[in-house]
């Protein structure tokens, strides 16, 4: 999709959610130089300053070993769930939660449709497939953004899909089987982590956010994030931006050593980086991912010689032995 249809569907989505910002606008989409589209500054932009907040498009429970019970609406864990007295087959906290249109309006009356077969109870599996079924639910022009990102076929997992199939009775139709796969790729690919905190409890969540997906990786952003009570979120300037700048953020922990960082980038994001901290076997100097020389009497630092190579060996920086990778790999 070209830079200015992608502006056009995201402004939909900024005016639809009362996000719609006062002109000049601090940011554009255009081509860009890291990958396809990306986000670039109008205008120059001080440290600190807010550039945007962005809801989600879909936000919803991961699917994900370490499963959490929580009420399908609100997402508490901490505290007694009951099965939906509608027939759904989706945890509820509250009859509040039960009665609201982004539940019965969505996902409940869906499944209802198709007729769980968890009977009296909730389930898990349907818990955890609830993303995608919400998907279902968002209107044409949403659907139009939806398509927009970026969504590799090739390493669609389809797992949500599978545990859906296997708790219905009705099988839902070709044309929402589609969607739904189209949905789990897009968020394979895009989707942020969200964690709702409530005192000491907290709950895992992932949402697709439009704007921030139209953001490129740097393992150097200029730009930090964060989300707030609501869900929402929020982009500042991690420093001064200049205009015409890239905008971009980190996808990974940016205290993870660059072979950490390239893997998860690697398995989750589906691309090798090989930005300037990456290139840098020093980390511009950090010592991350560095050990300790083996001798007895060096008290050097062991670098990959080429940080972007999984085979490349490793030099100590003071008394230049040189370490196999299966060496290194025997000491971590």
């Known amino acids: 999709m070209e830079p200015r249809e992608t502006m056009e569907l995201l402004e939909s989505h900024l005016r639809e959610n009362n996000l719609a910002q006062d002109e000049p606008r601090s940011w554009t989409i255009e081509r860009s130089p890291l990958e396809g589209r990306g986000m670039f500054a109008t205008r120059d932009i001080r440290a600190g300053e807010l550039i945007f907040t962005d809801v989600p498009l879909l936000i919803g429970p991961r699917c994900y070993s370490k499963y959490l019970p929580m009420c399908v609406v609100c997402y508490k864990n901490n505290c007694p769930l009951f099965p939906c007295d509608h027939g759904c087959g989706l945890p509820i906290c509250s009859t509040e939660c039960e009665n609201s249109t982004s539940h019965s309006q969505t996902e409940c009356r869906l499944l209802r449709e198709w007729m769980p077969t968890c009977g009296s109870t909730w389930s898990k599996d349907l818990l955890l497939a609830v993303v995608p079924i919400r998907g279902l639910t968002l209107s044409k022009e949403q659907r139009k953004l939806l398509y927009a990102f970026e969504c590799h076929s090739n390493l669609t997992r389809n797992h949500e899909i599978d545990l859906l199939k296997r708790n219905v009775n009705n099988l839902p139709s070709e044309e929402q089987m589609k969607l739904m796969r189209r949905i789990c790729g897009v968020f394979n690919t895009n989707s942020f982590e969200v964690v709702v905190a409530r005192n000491e409890d907290s709950t895992s969540l992932r949402g697709l956010y439009p704007m921030g997906s139209l953001q490129n990786h740097c393992c150097v952003p200029n730009t930090k994030h964060h989300f707030d009570d609501q869900q929402r979120l929020q982009v500042s300037a991690a420093l001064p931006i200049t205009a015409g700048e890239e905008l971009t953020m980190s996808y990974t922990d940016l205290l993870w050593d660059t072979s950490s960082r390239r893997q998860f980038l690697r398995a989750t994001k589906h691309f090798s980086c090989e930005c300037s901290r990456c290139s840098d076997p020093s980390e511009f100097g950090s010592q991350l991912g560095a050990l300790l020389c083996a001798k007895d009497d060096c ?18 920086d003071r008394c230049q032995i040189s370490v196999n990778r299966r060496q290194v790999i025997s000491r971590n």
């Open 299 to 316: 008290s050097g630092h062991l670098l990959p010689r080429n940080p972007l190579s999984l085979e490349s060996p490793w030099i100590c």
